[in-house]
């Protein structure tokens, strides 16, 4: 008598599920962007009243900056997303709060942003929008916010300055938060400014390593997570389950830019991989050709997303960051150093291609993938 065959694990449904149909559709955002950016560039004329003027260039850019004469001030405003309803979805499940890199995440959007133009974070503000008073009246986990909000603005040398948290019930969902930050930042010395005016063929692009998902893409991973067998507390590798995946928190690049400075090095160019994914390398409005020759390894929650998702590579690198968080376009001289000054910082980094001469396109040699002048319109 043969002994029963094990049954096989159930393999991964791969009907292709798209970043739609998790509820976020850039075709419909993306104009709205657009719109709203010509309406701001017609009130620009307003700083002239205080003697200042706003640096055209950085319109469109991931943070808007003004010269105040000495020095230019940079800002930035953005929103976490839904990645606090994972932590919230994982404190049922685990019994600890996720409050602390949370908190982390939500600095991150901010202070990664500003970066990009070369500005130093000075101050950031905390918006933590309630759907009800009684939010806060979970101590461990509002104090978790607090401690882990001061840890990230610690590492990235930058001061708390206050901020706001309003109780909105009817239009927060109850027992839920909603978390921001804005980020004021200087650029000093002026020939810091970083946006794209230096930017050329014979650049090298240094792609630095994220740490999982960052704060982009939730909304589709959340909607995944319907399709697992244990949910969230499924396994992406040993001993990881896909919530604490998830949950991992954004990487701080500020330090690796100031650092960057000390060595002398000034970026040419700069770009946070958020949204969109690895079509935020074309988000500079020049003609040129990105070539990448050398991909960094993928975390492991997103080859999961991407397997459990049914993504092919092309939806896969226009969504998410795969393991490049941030993209560095340096002179071609520094470009072994700009990895050593990162490495030192404790993030890892690698040299990943180079800028052309040629029609705006990114081109992935490793993967065969091209992504033209149409695949990003945020300006």
């Not at 002994?3 to 993306?30: C, F, H």
């Not at 997303?81 to 709060?97: F, N, P, Q, Y």
């Not at 991989?273 to 975390?299: E, F, M, N």
Request: proline residues 6%; glycine residues 10%.
């Amino acid at each position: 008598m043969t002994a029963a065959k094990p049954t096989p694990p159930e393999a991964p449904r791969t009907t292709p599920l798209s970043y739609e149909q998790a509820g976020v559709n850039y075709d419909l955002i993306d104009p709205l962007k657009v719109s709203a950016q010509r309406a701001a560039a017609a009130t620009a004329g307003h700083l002239a009243a205080h003697g200042f003027a706003e640096v055209a260039a950085s319109r469109g850019e991931s943070a808007y900056v003004i010269d105040v004469g000495p020095f230019y001030l940079a800002s930035i405003v953005e929103c976490l997303g839904s990645k606090a309803i994972v932590a919230d979805e994982m404190a049922a499940l685990t019994g600890r709060s996720w409050y602390d890199a949370i908190a982390q995440d939500t600095i991150a959007m901010a202070v990664n942003d500003l970066i990009t133009v070369g500005a130093t974070p000075l101050v950031v503000q905390a918006y933590w929008a309630a759907g009800g008073s009684d939010w806060f009246g979970d101590a461990a986990r509002a104090q978790a916010l607090v401690a882990g909000w001061k840890r990230a603005c610690d590492s990235c040398g930058v001061a708390w300055g206050g901020g706001e948290t309003p109780a909105l019930a009817g239009i927060v969902e109850g027992g839920r938060i909603d978390l921001a930050a804005s980020c004021t930042g200087l650029v000093n010395p002026k020939e810091r400014l970083s946006v794209g005016d230096r930017l050329g063929a014979g650049d090298a692009i240094v792609l630095l390593d994220s740490s999982g998902i960052h704060a982009n893409g939730l909304s589709l991973a959340r909607k995944l997570v319907e399709r697992l067998p244990q949910g969230w507390l499924t396994e992406v590798a040993p001993g990881l389950s896909y919530g604490a995946a998830l949950l991992a928190p954004t990487v701080l690049y500020a330090p690796v830019t100031e650092a960057l400075w000390r060595a002398g090095i000034a970026p040419h160019y700069c770009a946070n991989i958020t949204g969109h994914g690895w079509r935020k390398l074309l988000r500079h409005a020049s003609a040129l050709t990105y070539r990448i020759h050398t991909v960094p390894p993928v975390p492991p929650v997103l080859r999961f997303i991407r397997q459990h998702a049914g993504h092919d590579e092309r939806e896969a690198y226009s969504t998410l960051n795969m393991g490049a968080g941030f993209a560095l376009f340096v002179d071609a001289k520094d470009a072994e150093r700009t990895v050593a000054v990162a490495q030192a910082q404790g993030v890892g980094a690698r040299v990943a291609g180079v800028v052309e001469a040629g029609p705006k396109q990114l081109i992935i040699e490793p993967l065969g993938l091209t992504f033209g002048d149409d695949a990003l319109q945020l300006r």
